[in-house]
């Protein structure tokens, strides 16, 4: 049987064993793309059923998450923890609440999880959970009470050694403060590494909260290094508000690009000037408010409510939103526009057709698994920090981060170029973080 032959005989398997779950197949799929090209040099790979192993997490946990709204209704949600790979350590990853998450996305982002874990080169495995709880319209004393029953059942599975969640799409500093608070009180016991982006003044690391929108400005900056250009003077568009949006405009401001449009779920706004970071910071991090109320202050701005941000002619683009956000005919008007290049600053925003047009067009393409591993390997240094009783200051973490994204890039263009494909970040992503993980499970035997 050739590489491709068996790739494809297990794909087939996963699909039907995880029948319904098309996110968790578009992801296997991606990786599976990679991996033909590594067996037919090193066919040892598919040993052991060594990749059948590396598809089934190691244990999948499902919870009833049972709480009382602000009327005195008893809601239920549904909530995950799936603890995919721990040969390299403890499981990490985040937590997302969203109503669209289910076990099939769960899973997903955490296979994803496990080869950006392995890329980052610190000691962390592959886990990510959730819940379908919508935190959208909920107060303050619901979302508390939400992260409270959730940890309820949460805490008996997770521990500093054995699985370190953090925050995700719906899950920010104040929910970690609620989670770690309940996780402190059913346990007795201050176990600061069980979670990381946690408050700056009870065991948060600095750069943390930044730390995924630095690094894919970072990664950017790197792949344009490469090909003899720099951020200055480019023009990025971001879509997205939340953590990863937010940091990665403040990252190209400082770098001396221009970030000109971002979104929410409600539409998005252009501002040729340049984002007004702190107008934009005020309404999502302070007021949790709609993007179209930053028009009403910043009157040279436009909102536009339906259609697609990728419209905005860019040099730079970097999906930062959700995952397929980005789509085939998105591509072809970047491509169109001019883009050099994209980079990844959510969990597989990409769908497959636009990155097989991106990739055909030459454009510099960052996976995410690469180049928004920066927030993951900050939590990492948060668990070095807490693990020592020590606390970094802000510009000493800030350059761990970036020093961490050059090695990302540096082992992703390498592995690249050593299989043949000079520039292509998808191969090389996913090609050295199956080996790493790959060669840790063979060094651990049938487990
Ligand atoms: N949710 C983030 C990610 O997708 C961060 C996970 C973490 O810090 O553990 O990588």
């Known amino acids: 049987m050739t590489g491709n032959e068996q790739v494809s005989k297990i794909y087939d398997v996963v699909v039907n064993r995880n029948a319904g779950e098309p996110l968790f197949h578009q992801a296997v799929a991606e990786v599976f793309e990679s991996l033909t090209v590594v067996l037919k040099r090193h066919p040892h790979y598919a040993n052991f059923g060594l990749i059948e192993r590396l598809c089934e997490p190691e244990r999948q946990i499902i919870f009833r998450v049972p709480w009382t709204d602000d009327a005195g209704n008893v809601r239920v949600n549904r909530g995950f923890r799936v603890q995919y790979n721990s040969v390299l350590g403890p499981y990490k990853g985040g937590l997302r609440f969203h109503p669209s998450v289910n076990l099939g996305m769960v899973k997903f982002l955490g296979f994803e999880q496990i080869f950006k874990n392995a890329l980052t080169g610190l000691p962390i495995g592959g886990g990510k959970g959730g819940s379908d709880f919508d935190p959208k319209g909920r107060s303050e004393s619901e979302i508390m009470r939400f992260c409270q029953s959730f940890m309820t059942e949460l805490q008996r599975h997770i521990g500093e050694y054995t699985d370190v969640p953090a925050g995700d799409i719906g899950v920010g500093g104040r929910e970690i403060g609620y989670l770690f608070g309940q996780y402190k009180r059913l346990t007795n016991s201050y176990e600061s590494g069980v979670l990381t982006g946690k408050g700056l003044t009870w065991g948060g690391s600095q750069v943390r909260k930044e730390a995924t929108g630095y690094g894919v400005t970072y990664f950017v900056a790197n792949m344009l290094e490469a090909k003899g250009t720099e951020i200055s003077g480019k023009k990025v568009v971001i879509s997205g508000s939340g953590n990863v949006a937010i940091y990665a405009i403040e990252k190209v401001h400082q770098l001396g690009g221009t970030a000109i449009a971002c979104s929410d779920s409600s539409g998005y706004i252009v501002d040729e000037d340049g984002i007004d970071l702190e107008l934009l910071k005020d309404i999502k991090e302070v007021q949790r408010g709609r993007i179209c109320e930053y028009v009403e202050t910043r009157k040279s701005a436009r909102f536009i409510e339906n259609g ?18 980005l789509t085939e005919q998105d591509a072809k008007t970047l491509i169109k526009n001019g883009v050099i290049a994209v980079a990844e ?20 393409f960052a996976p995410g698994k690469a180049a928004n591993a920066g927030g993951v390997a900050t939590s990492a240094l948060e668990m070095q920090q807490n693990a020592s009783r020590d606390s970094w200051h802000f510009d000493y973490t800030d350059e761990r981060l970036a020093a961490i994204m050059r090695d990302i890039h540096g082992r992703c263009s390498e592995t690249s170029e050593e299989f043949g494909k000079p520039g292509d970040y998808v191969l090389g992503a996913n090609i050295a973080g199956f080996v790493k993980v790959a060669d840790a499970m063979f060094s651990m035997g049938v487990i």
């Open 308 to 325: 697609s941000i990728w419209d905005v002619p860019c040099d730079v683009a970097l999906p930062c939103a959700t995952q397929n956000e």
């Open 345 to 364: 600053g959510a969990n597989m925003p990409t769908t497959p057709e636009a990155l097989k047009l991106f990739r055909e067009a030459g454009v510099a």
